[in-house]
């Protein structure tokens, strides 16, 4: 497991803008009924290419987290010069364009909800995994393809992290989608 600070905290207090109050209810213990999305699980067999997007960007944030870089540097970076192959596809620019003005917001919200686990003390690679499906949760579009995307996190989880990972990425995505339908 990481032990270095989260992102967003590498640099100076002028850096960032402040977190917003987030107004999101605190989880609870007990209490009322949860309704769950559905997830659709997504294929065992491969990747799709929007998963093996969602992994690109991932590894942006993954990289930035760390460096300890602005993500949006990082991904300068990588559009001029990419580990991978292939260029950066545009998607996975876009999911990192997506997550990058909410980093603060996401980072306070999975702490708010990730019961018993500090940020700080997460594998990293379920950090990025959890900060870019929270990105597309809870800034995304696509309300009616959501349970599609916690099926692929969900996935990405499985091939990328631990055993306990897809079980953990789900339930965290599940109460900040469930966060997200209170506010809507």
Known sequence: MSSGPPAGQ?????????PRATGLPHPTREGAEVEFERTVPAPADRLHGRSRDRIRAIDVLF???????????????RRQRTAA???LPQRARELVELYAPHAADIDEDLATHSRD?????????????LRLGCAEVL?????????????????????LS???????VNGLLQRLAEVRGLLS
């Open 139 to 159: 800034y995304g579009e696509d309300a009616a393809g959501r349970g599609a995307i916690l099926g692929e996190y969900t996935k990405i989880a499985e091939v």
């Open 10 to 18: 590498a640099g100076g207090p002028g850096d960032r803008p402040a």
């Open 85 to 87: 192959q292939t260029p």
């Open 63 to 77: 990289e930035a987290d760390a460096k300890q870089a602005d993500v949006l540097d990082v991904l300068g970076q």
């Open 162 to 168: 631990t055993d306990d990972s897809p079980r953990f």
């Open 117 to 129: 686990w500090p940020l700080h003390r997460m594998p990293a690679v379920d950090r990025a995994i």
